[in-house]
């Protein structure tokens, strides 16, 4: 009969002390009491949202109009909606002066009330633009905008067409008003870019007039007037960040923005995402410091050739943040705000051609030849000051001999004038054609 051998008894192990029966329940407390400092921290991180500092220096500096009742918003409602659509959408990215005349007489006709109501509009001698009546509903937010500035541009090539040119020349100017009116709207973002929308269409507009008018420099003289009163600002553009700063504010907190209850954006106050990833103190101040750059580099020439890169700005897209939602809400706002001064560099550039344009028609109805330099203007009196490339700080370009004026455009590389149809269409050269080159003046 075998035995079976005996087994050896197994060893302990040294790492393992035995653990006694009291010693098991400060364990567990331990880790459960770690655990639940890490959740306090995660949810502390997470909920925490500390005040954001000053923002005294981004308040509004000009008084609130306290004027009771204002008809202005309604009589602009009043144009939008009395607004006739084109028949055919193709008209809306044609320039007016290339359609045929019927087409041009059949949308000006039918749009005759919308005009009517524009002229009142307009004749309006103060548009309260500081009036807490602006907020109650955004008023450049309206997409019947494209066909209100296209309709003007129509009437201009209309009455040009039936040799009516002083008339052309004021529907142009209506334009370059409308901008003028809508600057200093600052209740909405959407009212400085259809300022600017509405100047533009009153450069290629009048860029399309003046080569080829046959008024006299009298009349020349009166509408240039007219048009570089309108012209827009770094000035108004660098107070108007501060106004948007606050509507953002306003957007975000509402009442408790702290500001009066009738200049609430609609009424409306900004529906957040979920409250754990959306800081409203940690936002807004993104607002704050995005702003102050903005307001600063509006005055700063480089900012006119492309849209601001914003410094410091969050790059949390697709990563994980307590305030990941805040973030994505700035950065998609921002969008709105960061190309403002590259467009208002593109505005002046075209705001001075036509001011120069001006003045070169004016020496040749009066002179009947063609100034040498921008400088004779001047000498002149055509020009109390001759206009500068907005983007050099230097004279525009000018070749007298093929009747082109230009702006070296937003790349800063002048290609010796690039003239487009419609004119000023090219932010890297826009140009435009004088109508006449000296080999064709009459001696």
Request: charged share 20%; with cysteine; net charge neutral.
């Amino acid at each position: 009969m075998t035995i079976p051998a005996r087994q050896a008894p197994r060893p302990k192990s040294p790492h393992l002390p035995p653990t006694s029966a009291h010693e098991a329940p400060w364990l567990t407390l331990a880790v459960l009491s770690l655990g639940l400092l890490v959740f306090v921290f995660i949810t502390w991180v997470y909920l925490d949202d500390p005040e954001f500092g000053a923002d005294e220096d981004l308040k509004l500096r000009r008084p609130v109009d306290q004027s009771a009742t204002i008809q202005t918003p309604e009589k602009l409602r009043r144009f939008l909606e009395s607004l006739v659509p084109f028949e055919d959408t193709t008209l809306y990215g044609k320039p007016p002066w290339l359609w045929d005349t019927p087409t041009l007489s059949r949308v000006v006709q039918s749009n005759g009330a919308a005009l009517d109501n524009l002229r009142d509009l307009l004749e309006d001698a103060d548009w309260h633009p500081a009036h807490s009546a602006w907020h109650a509903v955004d008023p450049c937010g309206d997409p019947r905008w494209h066909t209100a500035l296209r309709l003007k541009q129509a009437e201009a090539a209309y009455l040009s067409r039936r040799m009516q040119e002083e008339e052309a020349f004021t529907a142009a100017i209506d334009l370059a008003e409308i901008g003028w009116r809508l600057e200093p709207l600052w209740a909405w973002p959407s009212c400085y870019q259809r300022s600017l929308e509405a100047q533009h269409c009153a450069a290629q507009t009048l860029a399309d007039l003046l080569r080829q008018t046959k008024l006299s420099e009298a009349t020349l003289r009166q509408f240039q007037r007219q048009f570089s009163v309108c012209q827009p600002s770094v000035e108004l553009l660098e107070g108007a960040m501060n106004a948007f700063y606050v509507h953002e504010k306003k957007l975000i907190f509402g009442s408790k923005s702290g500001e009066l209850a009738d200049t609430m954006p609609g009424g409306a106050q900004l529906q957040r995402p979920g409250r754990l990833f959306f800081k409203s103190n940690e936002t807004i101040q993104l607002f704050a410091n995005a702003f102050r750059q903005l307001r600063e580099d509006a005055i700063a020439p480089l900012a006119h050739t492309s849209e601001i890169r914003l410094k410091n700005a969050p790059t949390a897209r697709g990563t994980f943040h307590p305030n990941t939602e805040g973030q994505l809400y700035f950065t998609r706002r921002m969008k709105i705000y960061t190309p403002l001064p590259a467009f208002l560099g593109l505005a002046r550039a075209r705001g001075n051609l036509i001011v120069t344009l001006f003045a070169i028609r004016r020496c040749i109805a009066e002179q009947r030849t063609l100034p040498a330099t921008l400088e004779q203007l001047r000498t002149f009196n055509y020009l109390l000051d001759v206009p500068v490339d907005p983007y050099t700080g230097a004279p525009l370009q000018y070749d007298h001999a093929r009747g082109l004026l230009w702006s070296v455009g937003n790349d800063l590389k002048s290609m010796g004038g690039l003239p487009t149809e419609p004119p000023l269409n090219d932010a890297t050269e826009p140009s435009v054609q004088i109508g006449i080159a000296v080999a064709g003046v009459a001696k």
